[in-house]
């Protein structure tokens, strides 16, 4: 449903009198995701096609990638605006050396109100197994491993690389074993490609009963490399449909207002999944997100051209209120619903064309 274009107003927070920033449309600044690196070690079709990001593809030098102490000053400003959760992507984050270190450093902020802030990371596994323990022991709260199908053939012509499965499956199990809670795995699914693993993912992470929650992702138009069709587009509806053909489900609310993934519950008692309908059930009405990318700019959605540079004001010697002023200036002027949208048009007529940032740069 559209949503009429506003002037932000003051809201307060519930338990202080504190002003909770808010954009034109109401919504608060809750969620900050980092890209920390814009390299990968897959090439996943949907993300980074091989025929873009080759060998010869230019990635950012080291000097125009932010440092953990830039980041983690950032960071700073963001949750003095009322981001209480952080998010580590890529690129893939592992990649970036000493990762760890970023993690504590970011472990170690709380809310004005006290609150420690939530560090989760998102990585596609392949470098998990030898990390998660010491990811934990930084401060890492929860993880996400990107994983779309369960046979190397499956895994191969998703992620063009010949990495195994087994790779990813043990670095989550070495995550398991670090003491991570409710690990989510993440399911990109794409029609004609790999929607024919969907129950075999599905039985798969039922049976570990480890508490793993696995994640189906309508296949998205981010960016402009991936080549996105609509009719390549396998709907939450489906999948849940799918899904419960086999293993019969029951709605379940949400942990938190503005999560995006809709979830539902094994009546077996099995367990849960998590859908997340960006295409077909658009949710921008409740997205908290802000994202930082690799190089520094603050992008307000996932789907937009472009985004404001923090790192030259930062670099530059701005104080905190100055960077903190950048960040709720552009803020409240958001108004981004891009989703919502595409879905108001037919099938997106005229959007899915429009020049958007690249998902490897700003994260999924």
Not at 323 to 349: C, K, M, V
Request: proline fraction near 4%.
């Amino acid at each position: 449903m559209p949503h009429p274009v506003s002037t932000p107003v003051q809201q307060h927070d519930g338990k202080s009198n504190r002003e909770v920033l808010v954009d034109t449309l109401q919504r608060p600044l809750r969620d900050l995701r980092i890209s920390v690196t814009d390299r990968c070690n897959l090439r996943c079709t949907y993300c980074m096609p091989r025929e873009v990001f080759g060998k010869d593809h230019p990635f950012l030098p080291r000097a125009e990638l932010l440092s953990f102490e830039e980041i983690a000053r950032l960071a700073a400003s963001f949750v003095a605006l009322g981001v209480e959760k952080i998010r580590l992507t890529g690129g893939e984050p592992l990649l970036r050396r000493n990762v760890e270190q970023l993690v504590e450093a970011l472990a170690r902020l709380s809310t004005p109100s006290g609150k420690p802030v939530e560090v989760a990371m998102t990585t596609n596994g392949v470098l998990l197994a030898a990390k998660a323990q010491s990811l934990k022991d930084a401060g890492l709260a929860r993880l996400a491993v990107s994983l779309d199908g369960l046979s190397d053939e499956t895994f191969k012509r998703m992620s063009d690389t010949a990495v195994p499965v087994r790779t990813v499956l043990g670095g989550i199990e070495a995550a398991q074993r670090a003491g991570f809670d409710a690990i989510k795995v993440n399911m990109v699914v794409q029609r004609g490609v790999n929607d024919h693993e969907i129950i075999p993912m599905a039985a798969h992470f039922r049976a570990d009963n480890s508490g793993t929650i696995l994640r189906f992702i309508e296949y998205m138009d981010v960016g402009n490399t991936n080549g996105w069709c609509m009719d390549e587009v396998v709907t939450a509806a489906e999948i849940l449909q799918t899904i419960a053909a086999r293993y019969p489900l029951r709605p379940i609310e949400p942990n938190y207002g503005g999560e995006v993934a809709e979830r539902w519950a094994y009546q077996d008692g099995a367990g849960e999944i998590g859908v997340i309908a960006s295409i077909s059930r658009a949710f921008c009405h409740s997205c908290t997100r802000a994202r930082l990318s690799t190089d520094g700019k603050l992008f307000t959605c996932l789907f937009a051209g472009s985004g404001l540079d923090l790192r030259a004001p930062l670099r530059a010697g701005a104080s905190d209120t100055a960077l903190e002023e950048l960040i709720s200036s552009r803020w409240q002027q958001r108004r981004d619903r891009y989703s919502e949208l595409r879905s108001a048009a037919t099938e997106g007529a005229g959007l899915a064309e429009a020049k958007k940032v690249e998902m490897s740069f700003i994260g999924g």
